[in-house]
Nanobody, 117 residues
Framework: QVQLVESGGGLVEPGGSLRLSCAAS????????MGWYRQAPGKQRELVAT???????NYADSVKGRFTISRDNNKKTVYLQMNSVNPEDTAVYYC???????????WGQGTQVTVSS
């Protein structure tokens, strides 16, 4: 059973920074594409960023240049460094994992990020 546990959410002021972490309980972390999605109140869940085991990353246009996704394959953890945040970044952030062999996806329980002064 794959489990994804997020941490690092909270309240941050506009222009500030926050780092999210997601620890994965999987047998072969390198087989998973990892990522972050977010869902703001009243909106659909949207892609934030993804990263392959070879460190190829992909970002939503709204976060390019501000957010950085990374992964530590030894720790089976994926990170999202959020810089220059603004109130539009307020959302529940979900960790995502997709195994490349079958395409099956898994989700974490979500962590709230609130950007407010």
């Amino acid at each position: 059973q794959v489990q994804l546990v997020e941490s690092g959410g909270g309240l941050v002021e506009p222009g500030g920074s926050l780092r999210l972490s997601c620890a994965a309980s999987v047998n072969a972390f390198s087989l998973y594409v990892m990522g972050w999605y977010r869902q703001a109140p009243g909106k659909q869940r949207e892609l934030v960023a993804t990263i392959t085991s070879g460190d190829r990353s992909n970002y939503a246009d709204s976060v390019k240049g501000r957010f950085t996704i990374s992964r530590d394959n030894n720790k089976k953890t994926v990170y999202l460094q959020m810089n220059s945040v603004n109130p539009e970044d307020t959302a529940v952030y979900y960790c995502y994992a997709a195994i490349i062999t079958t395409g099956r996806t898994y989700w974490g329980q979500g962590t709230q990020v609130t950007v407010s002064s």
